[in-house]
């Protein structure tokens, strides 16, 4: 099993620009969530899915939609990127909502 | 937006110490998570908590959730060099139940 993939694992956009980063889990979790972590920083959830089907704002959603394509994938969308969105971004799946979360190996987005 | 601190900040010992840490919030929490994160990698899940005044054990962790529900404290015994990293708290917040959030987080050096 690969648990928490990510795609893709360093990115560069120029402000303005649009991209989404990917997530997959095999592990038949229900819920999934992203979360963005700033240098010397812990996580901030930027939104989550419950389930299939569901969608919810996190802590700083503002500047990101999401997508939960099956139960297996959930994909995070930057629509015009911005300099404070630099940061790196974690995807993470857990069995019950909130319950143990098992997270990717991030994505490590610069905008310029 | 919540904050749970973490202290200490930060840690220098040498190996074969025991560290203790902890975690405390203004707010009360349901669950408590104990994860830790290697440079460059995404947090892996430690111990996991669920009720007031929990006592877990993982190896040369222990981790109790406080009776107040506002804190949580981990204990790493006769520690190695790959002990090294950050230690985060988190967990849902009791109120909303819609809301997660990450600690500050504690650095670790072990000194060999």
């Known amino acids: 099993n690969a648990g928490v993939t990510q795609t893709p694992k360093f990115q560069v956009l120029k402000t303005g620009q649009s991209m989404t980063l990917q997530c997959a889990q095999d592990?038949?979790?229900?819920?999934m969530y992203w979360y963005r972590q700033d240098p010397g920083m812990g996580l901030r959830l930027i939104y989550y899915s419950a389930s299939e089907g569901t969608t919810d704002k996190g802590e700083v959603p503002n500047g990101y939609n999401v997508s939960r394509l099956n139960k297996r994938e959930f994909s995070l969308r930057l629509e015009s990127a911005a300099p404070s969105q630099t940061s790196v971004y974690f995807c993470?799946?857990?069995?019950?909502?909130?319950?143990?979360?098992?997270f990717g190996p991030g994505t490590r987005l610069t905008v310029t | 937006g919540q904050q749970l601190n973490q202290s200490p900040q930060s840690m220098f010992i040498q190996e074969g110490e025991d560290v203790s840490m902890n975690c405390t919030s203004s707010s009360i929490f349901n669950t408590w998570l104990w994860y830790k994160q290697d440079p460059g990698e995404g947090p892996v899940l430690l111990i996991a908590?669920?009720?007031?005044?929990e006592l877990t054990s993982n190896g040369r962790l222990t981790a109790q959730f406080g009776i107040t529900r506002k804190d949580s404290f981990l204990n790493i015994s006769a520690s190695i060099p790959s002990d090294v990293g950050i230690y985060f708290c988190a967990g849902p917040l009791s109120n909303t139940g819609n809301q997660f959030y990450f600690g500050t987080g504690t650095s670790l050096t072990v000194i060999p």
């Open positions: 908590l669920y009720k007031a005044g």
């Open positions: 592990m038949n979790h229900n819920s």
């Open positions: 993470a799946s857990s069995l019950r909502l909130f319950y143990e979360q098992y």
